[in-house]
């Protein structure tokens, strides 16, 4: 009878032991469910209350969480990325609109329509460049995951120049190549030589004439490292990071053409190749800016 006795306390202390964690698991995962559900309507505050109880579920919840912040700077940098390239957008439309719309009140001279319709030009050349750097840069992203080819890394740099050659005429700056050019990188649709050479007309911009820009291949720890070093007056240090971000404009912008897109495209296209850019840091003032592409090295 002792042994009975002791056998049902412990079956029932087992099945309330039972029904006290199902309970809390069950609890658990309602809110789980509860937090997934209202980050599906919308709101991306939700977070699950992480408790000690079951470490597995703590992991679920935590993982949810951490997807739940990335989604949300996601989304953020998305808002922010729109609402710059509407401003970007807004600036030349009002331009050109004000140069037609002015043209047309009253009669004009020549020189006066000649005048207008170079600012038209002007404002629409600048409109084209938005366009194509906007296109490029969505088509990157889309195509992360298609086949690359290789290519020796002197190709790449021989097609890039190739395209910026009109702007170094235009700037009589000159561009050395030096380094281990037979080096293969991979490459997708051209868009390594599309990352060379915004990086070779950002450098060319920003030198002075006649100035001499430099691009060495080296590799190093597994990894073919492109260096572009220009002439300029440099990169101020609180701005180092911040001009990859897309339409950001600093110091000397004004001076410079483009949409303020070529920076945050050769990023895109480093990191779809499995590598990076970043800026690297020179001695002393006004010794220039250099860039550097880390990419995969081929086996």
């Known amino acids: 009878r002792a042994m009975l006795a002791a056998f049902v306390v412990a079956v029932f202390w087992a099945a309330a032991v039972s029904y006290w964690m199902g309970g809390r698991l069950t609890l658990a995962h309602r809110d789980i469910a509860s937090v997934v559900r209202q980050v599906t309507e919308g709101d991306l505050s939700a977070r699950v209350q992480v408790k000690a109880s079951d470490p597995e579920v703590d992991r679920l919840g935590r993982e949810i969480n951490e997807m739940v912040v990335r989604l949300d700077e996601l989304l953020t940098s998305q ?23 002015q043209a047309r009140r009253k009669e004009r001279d020549p020189a006066y329509y000649t005048q207008t319709i170079d600012a038209a030009l002007g404002a629409a050349k600048h409109l084209n460049l938005l366009a194509e750097g906007l296109l490029t840069l969505g088509r990157v992203r889309a195509s992360a995951k298609e086949e690359c080819q290789p290519l020796p890394t002197g190709q790449v740099i021989e097609q890039a120049r190739a395209l910026v050659e009109a702007v170094v005429r235009e700037r009589d700056v000159h561009i050395g190549v030096g380094g281990d050019l037979e080096q293969p990188i991979m490459d997708r649709k051209g868009d390594t030589i599309r990352l060379v050479r915004n990086l070779l007309e950002n450098a060319v911009r920003h030198s002075p004439s006649k100035a001499p820009i430099s691009v060495a291949v080296v590799r190093e720890q597994g990894k073919v490292m492109i260096r572009v070093r220009d ?15 897309p339409f950001f404009r600093g110091r000397g912008a004004a001076l410079t053409e483009g949409a303020g897109l070529g920076l945050g495209i050769a990023r895109e296209i480093a990191r779809s190749h499995g590598g990076d850019i970043w800026l690297e840091s020179l001695p002393g003032t006004n010794s220039g800016a250099c860039f550097v592409v880390c990419m995969p090295e081929l086996t």
């Open 79 to 101: 808002q922010r990325f729109v609402a710059h390239a509407a401003h970007e957008l807004r600036t030349p439309l009002a331009a050109l609109y004000g140069e037609l719309q």
């Open 231 to 245: 002439s300029g007056p440099g990169v101020a240090v609180a701005e180092r990071e911040a001009i990859f971000e």
